[in-house]
């Protein structure tokens, strides 16, 4: 059976630069951005490789809308989702779902509304 795996994923924001601090605060890190014009976005951090998906931050108003909510929702990978969970509140953001164990096998999950009001969720295995 053929393996599907994500290669980049896009979080649609409204106002970027609150977004980037608000990601930047939340997993420590620095995005980088870009300005294309009528678009803008914000790289995340990646390993390259193989090792989980790639993807940005995006913003153009006639392409993207933010999930409000609802819609798909991403997972970043965490050493233990405590971590990035307590930065959200203080970065502009609401928790959702508390660290709460999915199984033994598949360890533990949380969820967040970001700046934008995108759900994003976080998993890991410890």
Request: hydrophobic letters at 40%; one cysteine or more.
């Amino acid at each position: 059976m053929k393996k599907v795996t994500v290669g980049w994923f896009e979080i649609p924001v409204s106002d970027m630069d609150r977004a980037i601090n608000f990601y930047q605060k939340v997993f420590d890190c620095t995005l980088h951005k870009l300005d294309m014009g009528d678009f803008q976005m914000a790289m995340f951090p990646g390993e390259g490789g193989g090792k989980g998906a790639e993807g940005s931050l995006v913003f153009n108003k006639e392409f993207y809308a933010t999930s409000n909510h609802a819609g798909a929702l991403i997972y970043f990978s965490s050493e233990d989702v405590v971590i990035e969970l307590s930065r959200v509140e203080d970065a502009g953001g609401t928790i959702q779902i508390e660290k709460k164990m999915i199984s033994p096998e598949y360890g533990y999950m949380g969820v967040f509304l970001d700046s934008e009001g995108n759900r994003i969720a976080l998993h890991s295995m410890s």
